[in-house]
């Protein structure tokens, strides 16, 4: 097996509200609700670098795909990181989120292993880190938070 992601899935409570926030929050491409017409399959997809894709969909339905019980979110199972090339990228980048409404968790700070980071959630208490850590270059960048 190849070491890549294409796709990473969110389950979501309301997955108009979690569209609205990362559509109209955050200003990513969506086309918006697919898979209607069938039972159980409505999803969101969102484009990101690289290829890959940021899939929201209904935890009831995830419940319902793979037969799990329902275990509600856990804000600290993981993390989803959004790299930036420099310090000034990460209080821009969280200022936009916090504008969103998200929940800052942890504001802009400098890291005991040299980087700048803050910590936020998304509608569902997912857990974001927007951080810049100077030995890595983001290619894709291009100055916008």
């Known amino acids: ?3 890549r992601i294409n796709v990473i899935t969110l389950a979501v409570e309301d997955l108009d509200r979690s569209i609205a926030f990362y559509r109209d929050g955050l ?3 969506t086309e918006g609700i697919v898979g209607t017409e069938f039972d159980h399959a409505e999803v969101a997809f969102f484009e990101l670098a690289h290829g ?3 899939s929201l969909f209904p935890r009831k339905n995830l419940v319902h795909a793979t037969g799990l019980p329902d275990s509600g979110p856990s804000p600290t199972a993981f993390s989803l ?3 930036v ?3 000034a990228s990460v209080d821009e980048a969280t200022e936009r989120v916090r504008a969103t409404g998200a929940t800052i968790v942890k504001e802009p700070h400098h890291t005991d292993w040299g ?3 803050s910590y936020f959630q998304d509608p569902d208490g997912h857990l974001w880190e927007i ?6 270059v983001v290619e894709d960048d291009g100055g916008e938070s």
């Open 81 to 83: 990181g959004y790299n």
């Open 85 to 87: 090339n420099d310090v």
């Open 52 to 54: 890959q894709l940021l």
């Open 27 to 29: 200003g990513w491409k």
């Open 1 to 3: 097996m190849k070491p």
């Open 115 to 117: 980087g700048y980071m």
């Open 131 to 136: 951080v810049h850590v100077p030995s890595l």
